[in-house]
């Protein structure tokens, strides 16, 4: 297994992997993967990992701001997918300790994720990492005319 920085390159899977946790109903409120110049603007320059065993890309993992106020710029929400035919190998502990390792470079203190209550995996691989629960935002997001909760999780680095 391999970790490295994401390359524009990198899209077409990156996008297609996206999609299927899209398609998942429980990963976000997305519909569909934007394209790549939407995605890019929308995420941090650093912190954009891709994961590939065998030279094939299993999982990715991107910052976003939460705010672009001054006093928030250590702050930011992480985004993690990862091949679902390769869940249960691994790959999201690694991707996620990757990328917290890459924020503390970076002088982000502070991790947050909103996770659907149904994705188990995504809410134990959090917590795994360190990240506690802050609490529930109920019916935060509707999609196709149904609310949805999200759990609030975030992650203080020690090194700030």
């Not at 994961?51 to 930011?76: D, F, H, M």
């Not at 999200?150 to 020690?158: F, K």
Request: overall charge positive.
């Amino acid at each position: 297994m391999q970790v490295r920085s994401m390359l524009k390159e990198d899209w077409k899977v990156v996008k297609c992997i996206y999609q299927e946790g899209i398609d998942t109903g429980i990963a976000t409120f997305q519909l569909s993967a934007p394209e790549w110049e939407t995605w890019d603007k929308s995420h941090l320059k650093v912190g954009r990992l891709v994961l590939l065993e065998n030279n094939t890309i299993q999982g990715w993992a991107a910052l976003s701001p939460t705010s672009q106020r001054e006093v928030y710029k250590g702050v930011c929400e992480v985004s993690i997918y990862i091949d679902p035919q390769t869940s249960g190998k691994g790959f999201g502990t690694l991707l996620l300790q990757k990328l917290i390792e890459e924020s503390e470079k970076h002088g982000i203190w502070t991790l947050q994720s909103k996770i659907f209550p149904q994705n188990i995996a995504s809410l134990v691989l959090h917590k795994k990492s360190g990240f506690r629960e802050v609490g529930t935002r109920e019916k935060i997001g509707q999609r196709k005319g149904i609310w949805y909760d999200n759990i609030l999780l975030e992650r203080r680095s020690p090194l700030f």
